[in-house]
């Protein structure tokens, strides 16, 4: 159902309703976009036997969940253990899952793991573990009032990827030697990601889009992206797939010929007469190779060229980890993508080593300033907690987080060494409208303020440089942009998240922090 509420355009105009061309880019809060079918007549041009092929959650599932009261409660979560956890065969702790040699199975502290479903049992939450078909497994959350698990907040982040290195893809995020259902990813192949996650210890994951695994970050070459908006002339037939990985990938909706294309998330790809697009044609989301416009500058990096079509296996360990969850290859089932910003300020780095992401060059992003609080005793239901037992963890890349936070509305802004940007937003839906529309276009946030009665206004930065303000429902903005504060973090902060009490808290090397923010309330230094 479309949204009416009136926003004001950067002319000084009102519209009634949200572009339906413009490509969204969800929060974690917004509802899910029901799923789309391709058109019958679309002919599949990507072999579907490749035993790469994964089967995909439901749609609902794949795109993380925020936390209910309401139990049970079916969704999308990743966990990191604060404690070594017993594994239950269900909602019971008197039920523990065994191994062969008889001891308990356990999984030990500082692990990921995805969760898709949460229970109540005998006053405990319990945790059930994405696996793949077999005997369900549980772990629970907290046990005598002393937390086992935190829940971590993945961003959506749609990206493309050149794989530097042999990496294996598996169920939960991890850096065991020993993980179980894992796929083996070829070097110089390419893929696209659709979620981000820091684990709080030093490392980074990217989620494969349409396939549900997660690889380190370390062990892939961002492609990249050619900035501005770019219009491209197909001159021949051809499909919008549903994601970069050869395969996993599956047609959405044929291109017909001479149809033009534009978009502000364009790709730099091993052949210098292509680009990768992501763009939104005839309703539906998806990526294309579209032939490199005369007008588009040469590319200035070359990255190794991509492999011929090839099987890739998929390699369950011998060996079962107690520490991770074994399960079998499964087949594809699409899921409706989700659009990202297009960062307005790359660079282009070297391959990425297994020092993390330190291989990016550090570029000094513009700051997202005037983040404002107007009211003392802000409440906001969160879906993320941080732990109080969680290690102190290495100091990040030069990573800014912002925050703006006002009553059950609020607006993280985390901004990465190449000046891209991703967020996690819950607004007042007007708000949340024209952000979505920032992001679409490329537009960056530099200024939001949030005012008495629903009010806001939101500084905007173009591509080219140009600075404009939108804000909504009709309101004083002398009154908010009166008491306007600038907030930033400390370089090393590695996530931030808001609980239900108003307060922020800040992972960084000193370990987690708690900051109130009530006005005026810094969260680090400038």
């Known amino acids: 159902m479309p949204h009416h509420a009136v926003c004001v355009d950067g002319n000084g105009g009102q519209t009634g309703r949200v572009d339906p061309s413009a490509p969204l880019r969800r929060s974690l809060s917004n509802p899910v976009p029901p799923a789309v079918a391709p058109p019958p007549s679309v002919e599949p041009v990507v072999a579907q036997n490749t035993p790469f092929v994964v089967q995909a959650p439901p749609p609902t599932a794949l795109l993380p969940t925020p936390v209910s009261s309401k139990l049970p409660q079916i969704g999308y979560f990743v966990y990191r253990t604060l404690d070594q956890v017993v594994v239950s065969r269900s909602p019971s702790l008197n039920d523990p899952v065994l191994l062969p040699s008889g001891a308990q199975k356990k999984i030990p502290p500082n692990e990921l793991v995805v969760v898709t479903r949460r229970e109540a049992g005998a006053g405990v939450v319990f945790l059930r573990i994405d696996a793949d078909g077999g005997a369900p497994e549980y772990i629970h959350e907290a046990v005598n009032g002393r937390q086992k698990a935190e829940l971590l907040a993945p961003m959506v982040d749609v990206r493309a990827y050149q794989i530097a290195r042999q990496v294996r893809a598996t169920r939960h995020p991890t850096h065991a030697a020993a993980a179980t259902d894992t796929t083996e990813l070829q070097p110089a192949r390419l893929v696209s ?65 001479g149809t033009a294309v534009a978009s502000t998330l364009v790709f730099e790809v091993p052949d210098p007469a292509s680009c990768l697009v992501r763009a939104k044609v005839l309703g539906h989301t998806g990526w294309l190779r579209a032939d490199r416009p005369r007008t588009m500058a040469a590319s200035r990096r070359k990255l190794p060229a991509e492999p011929a079509p090839a099987t890739e296996t998929t390699a369950p360990t011998a060996t079962a980890s107690p520490a991770l969850v074994a399960g079998k290859p499964h087949k594809l089932q699409r899921h409706p993508t989700v659009v990202s910003s297009a960062p307005t300020r790359v660079t282009n780095p070297p391959a990425p080593s297994d020092s993390r992401v330190q291989a990016l060059e550090p570029v000094a992003p513009t700051p997202v300033s005037a983040l404002v609080v107007q009211q003392p005793k802000p409440r906001a239901p969160l879906p993320v907690k941080i732990g109080i037992r969680s290690r102190p963890v290495e100091a990040a890349a030069r990573v800014k987080l912002h925050i703006v936070l006002r009553g059950e ?56 440089g140009s600075e404009y303000t939108v804000g909504g429902p009709a309101n004083d903005q002398k009154s908010v942009t009166a008491r306007m504060a600038q907030y930033t973090s400390l370089p090393g902060a590695a996530i931030v998240a808001i609980d239900d009490d108003g307060g922020v808290f800040v992972q960084d090397a000193n370990g987690p922090r708690s900051h109130g923010l009530a006005v005026g309330v810094r969260l680090g230094r400038r």
């Open 193 to 257: 990601t659709d979620l981000y996650l820091d684990d709080l210890t030093g490392g980074e994951f990217v989620r494969l889009e349409q396939s549900g695994r997660w690889v380190p970050l370390a062990a892939l070459t961002p492609l990249a992206i050619v900035r501005g908006r770019h219009v491209f002339v197909m001159k021949a037939t051809a499909p919008l797939l549903s994601c970069v990985s050869a395969a996993l990938a599956v047609p959405v909706v044929a291109v017909p010929s």
């Open 409 to 464: 509305h609020f607006l993280v802004v985390r901004t990465r060494p190449d000046g891209s940007q991703m967020l996690s937003h819950s607004l007042p839906r007007c708000m949340d409208e024209r952000v979505d529309k920032a992001y679409a276009v490329g537009d960056r946030i530099t200024q939001a303020v949030l005012g008495a009665d629903a009010s806001w206004s939101l500084g905007l930065r173009r591509a080219d």
